[in-house]
């Protein structure tokens, strides 16, 4: 039995977290598989992202804002407004 860090990607509406485990890997069975604290601690990540409970989340994982891109008429992509520019509308 082998085991491996990986990370795991969860998201739940606007948020992605990055959540820290172990991958088990043995010769018998399904394998790589989650010991059951890991299995646990993704669930705990995804219920804290659905309730917005970035504190939560954000203890067990480290937790990104998704920002979409929306090309314009032409298709190319359009920046984002930094937050200077978002503050002054």
Do not use: C
Not at 51 to 59: P, Q, T, W
Not at 61 to 89: C, S, Y
């Amino acid at each position: 039995m082998r085991k491996r860090r990986h990370k795991k990607l969860v998201h739940e509406g606007q948020y992605v977290a990055e959540v820290e485990i172990e991958l088990i890997d043995a010769d018998e069975g399904w394998s790589p598989y989650l010991s059951m604290d890991d299995a646990f601690k993704l669930d705990d990540v995804r219920d804290a992202l659905r309730r917005n409970d970035l504190r939560k989340a954000g203890r067990l994982a480290r937790v990104f804002t998704l920002t979409p891109l929306v090309p314009d008429t032409t298709g190319e992509p359009v920046t984002t407004p930094d937050r200077q520019q978002l503050q002054r509308h």
